[in-house]
């Protein structure tokens, strides 16, 4: 069965650095995602990459998250740097199945960004 696990989260201060993993078991996935839900506030893309590493990002973290993957490792990471309070959310991993196009989500990662 399709599955993808996050790791990675925590909590840090402001302008520090955090690197998410999101592993895929059970199929091969096209698009890779990450997406965040702050408390009150609707789900947002924060960035994808394709299959062939095609990459695009929210505009609020251009310049400071870097999303890839390893597709031998079945393994996309979100790079964050210069963490910013309002990055605190749940991030979620995507991830689109080649072979149907359904997506499949991760249970999500808590990230807190507070002095």
């Known amino acids: 069965q399709e599955k993808l696990v996050e790791s990675g989260g925590g909590s840090v201060q402001p302008g520090e650095s955090l690197r998410l993993s999101c592993a895929a078991s059970g199929s091969i996935f096209s698009t890779m995602g990450w997406y965040r839900q702050a408390p009150g506030n609707a789900p947002e893309l924060v960035a994808r990459i394709t299959r062939g590493g095609s990459t695009n990002y929210a505009d609020s973290v251009k310049g400071r998250f870097t999303i890839s993957r390893d597709n031998a490792k079945k393994t996309a990471y979100l790079q964050m740097n210069s963490l910013k309070p309002e990055d605190t959310a749940v991030y979620y991993c995507?991830?689109?199945?080649?072979?149907?196009?359904?997506?499949?989500w991760g249970q999500g990662t808590q990230v807190t960004v507070s002095s």
């Open positions: 995507n991830g689109q199945l080649l072979s149907s196009g359904r997506d499949v």
